[in-house]
């Protein structure tokens, strides 16, 4: 199997299975945010506890890289501190955007995935919206204290 064919099923398997969809019942920061050109819409929900992002969901519907980038992020952010998050909003966005980035840093290896998308211009925004809602998210939540 080909890198590029491990990396296309570990998107679509976040795709069919996605983790963490759904509503936190007590979540403290919500934001909506949607990718016009493509159609992307997404939901996130956080519930931040001292610090630390203790659980985060999402809603939405989109196309495929929306969707799993989603499923990952929420996945990854577990347990990190809001200045973790913002470090791994930066690291995945460079990432995206075709610069040398250090693999291990992400804490989940399904995000490595999506390092391909760089050579596709025009989805760098779908697979960027669930990192752009954290990232507003965070700050919202720095913002309550
Ligand atoms: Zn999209």
Redesign the pocket.
């Known amino acids: 199997m080909s890198l590029d064919e491990l990396y296309r099923r570990v998107i679509m398997d976040h795709y069919q299975k996605p983790r963490n969809r759904g509503r936190i019942e007590e979540g403290s920061v919500t934001v909506d945010l949607n ?1 016009p050109t ?3 819409r997404i939901s996130i929900q956080m519930h931040v506890d001292e610090g630390k992002i203790r659980e985060a969901k999402f809603l939405g519907e ?2 495929s ?2 969707m799993a980038s989603a499923s990952m992020m929420t996945e990854a952010v577990k347990d990190l501190t809001l200045e973790e998050a913002l470090h791994l909003v930066d690291l995945f966005s460079k990432m995206v955007q075709g610069e040398e980035v250090d693999p291990d840093e992400f804490p989940l290896e399904d995000i490595e995935a999506l390092q391909g998308i760089s050579k596709f211009p025009a ?1 760098i ?2 697979a960027t ?1 669930a990192w752009k809602a954290l990232e507003k998210g965070v700050k919202e939540a720095a913002d309550q204290g």
């Open positions: 990718n493509c159609g992307d989109g196309c890289i929306s989805r925004k779908c919206l």
